[in-house]
Nanobody
Framework: QVQLVESGGGLVQAGESLRLTCRAS????????MGWYRQAPGKQRELAAA???????NYADSVKGRFTISRDNAKNTVYLQMNSLKPEDTAVYYCNANLMSSPGWGDYWGQGTQVTVSS
C-alpha cells in the first residue's frame, strides 16, 4: 500500500514563507511526476507546481517566481518552497504522485495540508 504524507502547512502573514514536504512510502517500484495541487474554499482543485522524474518543472502562472518545487528521488520526496506568500495562496495543498506500485501505474494523493495566509 502506498501512502503520501504531507507536512509543513500553517498560518503565516503575507510576505512570509513556508516549505511543504511530501514523502511517498510503501510498495513503490517507480516514480514519475510528483506535484502539488491546491484547493481554495469554493474553488476547484488546481495545479500549483509539478516536477517530472527527469526534473522538468511546470508552475501555475499565479505562483511563478515565488514558489520552487524540488524532489529527492532517493527519498521519494517532493518539496514546495513558497515565498512571498499572498492571501490568495490560502488553500489546502495536496501532494500528488504518479507512480508504479503492485497494481501498476496510478495517481496517488496525500491527505492535504492547510496553508493560511493572513493580510
Amino acid at each position: 500500500q502506498v501512502q503520501l504524507v504531507e507536512s509543513g502547512g500553517g498560518l503565516v502573514q503575507a510576505g512570509e514563507s513556508l516549505r511543504l514536504t511530501c514523502r511517498a512510502s510503501g510498495r513503490i517500484f517507480s516514480m514519475n511526476t510528483m506535484g502539488w495541487y491546491r484547493q481554495a474554499p469554493g474553488k476547484q482543485r488546481e495545479l500549483a507546481a509539478a516536477i517530472t522524474s527527469r526534473g522538468t518543472i511546470n508552475y501555475a502562472d499565479s505562483v511563478k517566481g515565488r514558489f520552487t518545487i524540488s524532489r529527492d528521488n532517493a527519498k521519494n520526496t517532493v518539496y514546495l518552497q513558497m515565498n512571498s506568500l499572498k492571501p490568495e495562496d490560502t488553500a489546502v495543498y495536496y501532494c500528488n504522485a504518479n507512480l508504479m506500485s503492485s497494481p501498476g501505474w496510478g495517481d496517488y494523493w496525500g491527505q492535504g495540508t492547510q496553508v493560511t495566509v493572513s493580510s
